[in-house]
């Protein structure tokens, strides 16, 4: 049995800096890709140079493996059960970095998809976005903005990391992104992490160095 399942919602969130001004309110759930980056030195604010970044937020609708898991038809612990999650490549003709490592973790919270679509000067706020990940159920905020606080399942948390992380080396930085996530999707199914979609960002070294190679 294979089953390809689509995203059913995504976005992505950045503290990209427009005229002076961080988009942390900024949403582009309707646009027509994902952009993942990392920009060190394109803004300043005075003469420091400004660190910029995004990070991908994306969620399955994996009903169909629940009701094959409730009624047992599937077995999480056999060898053969796994899940991938994968994105394709989509080259806009912007420079593309190289040697880089992408990391994938279960997020602990929903979000909402939004419906903002500038990703030139990301002036349409809604949500989900740097500070916030969703007015559906609530004002629920981020633990730390850009969904920056992680941890296991026994903590309160914006993702999980751990054995629930995954991460694929890029050498060439035009490679589809094909990663296994059969541990987080497991756990959803089993009830041990809630069914709330996945992270997808730089590694922490690689966002946090000011001025890379």
Known sequence: MYK???ADKD?????RVINESGSYNSNVGLAGSLDLFKLYGSTFTGVTPNVEYSR????FDISTLSDLYSS???DITHPSFFAKLQLSDVYGGQPTPSKYTLIVNPLSKSFDEGAGKDVVYYS??????FFTASYSNGDIKWI???CGSSGDPTVICDYYTGSLQTSQYFST???DLNVDVTSAISGVLAGVIPDSGFRVSYSSLEEETLNPE
């Open 124 to 129: 349409d706020y809604d949500n989900a976005n």
């Open 144 to 146: 730390n903005a850009g």
């Open 4 to 6: 390809i399942l689509k």
């Open 56 to 59: 991908l937020l994306l969620h």
């Open 11 to 15: 976005t992505y969130i950045t503290n």
């Open 72 to 74: 047992g038809k599937i």
């Open 173 to 175: 930085g035009e490679e």
